[in-house]
């Protein structure tokens, strides 16, 4: 898993901040955030998972199992029951009676 690089970032001091200080700290900001995309869930399959060691709270889409896991310190846990979606339209019907029957 991607780790945000370690900076000793510059602290101001003053009220004010000097325009090549706050250039500095965006530059370092824009390194350090280009390896990682807090957005993106990092994806591996069961033969990539068997290898790989999680921290406690690692969330991760499982692309075998195409379902969204986290790890309990112990195994992964699916966080949502799998749903199959249908694709398409479709319809049933039949010609004959109905009858409703209220109790």
């Not at 195409?66 to 029951?81: K, P, T």
């Amino acid at each position: 898993m991607s780790k945000l690089l370690p900076t000793r970032l510059p602290l101001a001091e003053t009220g004010t901040v000097t325009a090549e200080l706050y250039n500095r700290l965006v530059r370092v900001l824009e390194i350090n955030l280009s390896a990682v995309d807090p957005d993106q869930v990092p994806s591996y399959n069961d033969d990539e998972i068997d290898t790989l060691q999680f921290a406690t709270g690692a969330i991760i889409f499982n692309t075998t199992r195409a379902i969204h896991q986290a790890f309990d310190g112990n195994s992964l846990r699916d966080l949502y029951s799998h749903q199959t979606y249908p694709v398409g339209l479709g319809a049933t019907f039949s010609i004959g009676s109905v009858t409703v029957t209220t109790s």
